[in-house]
């Protein structure tokens, strides 16, 4: 086991008040470690999308504390915490969130602009090679399938190199056979680039190729959530 990379110490999302409260997230104590792939499953409404957004510093928790390195996300102020969030973390959304009127190419380039990083070639070309995208950089998201956006998504949070890839049902918009394709990149994304993972997912067979599976629901971590699930350790 590695060290830990985030952290969650009660961490909680309610909504409402008095009789119509509903608790999203209810008091989730998670560790995630360094160079795993950890799988967050539950039914539709269980929180897991809530959860993801609340450990990488995109929705503000009710109460509890999430710690990316020890270092308390929501006790910074929101100007840190963009910056942190944005050279530490990759997000892949199931919507993929590609912006429409720029370029693949363009895509790719703008996180390194707005976080003043200069570009690595070399990783680039392996990663846009990896992912079968060079045919496609001077394509717009609309000319690409649903997996060759996803694959673009994906290109787009990991060319900062974060530590960390949170990614919301990233087999969820496209086909079964591209879904295959897409789990296989990230194992190998894992296996050679030491890269975290924390997928949120309703498909087993993603579930299946973790390193750990956490169950929710109700907003609470399952009981059966833990070392007994790690693939390899079972």
Do not use: C
């Not at 504390?65 to 973390?89: A, C, H, Q, W």
């Not at 993929?96 to 363009?106: A, G, K, N, V, Y």
């Amino acid at each position: 086991m590695g060290s830990e990379i985030i952290r969650t110490e009660g961490l909680s999302k309610y909504y409402g008040d008095g009789e119509a409260l509903v608790k999203s997230v209810d008091q989730v104590n998670l560790s995630i470690w360094k160079g795993e792939i950890t799988a967050i499953v539950g039914k539709s409404g269980s929180g897991k999308t809530t959860l993801l957004h609340m450990m990488g510093g995109l929705e503000p928790p009710t109460k509890g504390r999430v710690l990316l390195d020890g270092s308390p996300l929501y006790e910074m102020n929101d100007s840190r915490r963009t910056k942190f969030r944005r050279e530490r973390i990759g997000f892949i959304f199931q919507k993929f969130q590609l912006i429409p009127d720029m370029t693949i190419r363009q895509n790719l380039q703008f996180p390194l602009d707005v976080a003043g990083k200069k570009k690595d070639k070399a990783f680039e070309e392996e990663l846009i090679s990896m992912l079968d995208l060079e045919d496609r950089l001077g394509f717009y998201p609309h000319q690409l399938s649903g997996g060759g956006q996803q694959r673009a998504a994906i290109a787009r949070a990991l060319l900062l190199k974060p530590d960390l890839i949170l990614a919301d049902e990233p087999t969820g918009n496209i086909d079964e056979a591209a879904g295959q394709e897409l789990l296989k990149f990230i194992l190998r994304s894992n296996e050679k680039y030491g890269q975290t993972f924390v997928i949120v997912t309703h498909d087993m067979a993603a579930a299946g190729m973790a390193h750990r599976i956490v169950r929710l629901k109700d907003g609470m971590v399952q009981p059966d959530s833990g070392e007994e699930n790690r693939r390899g350790h079972v």
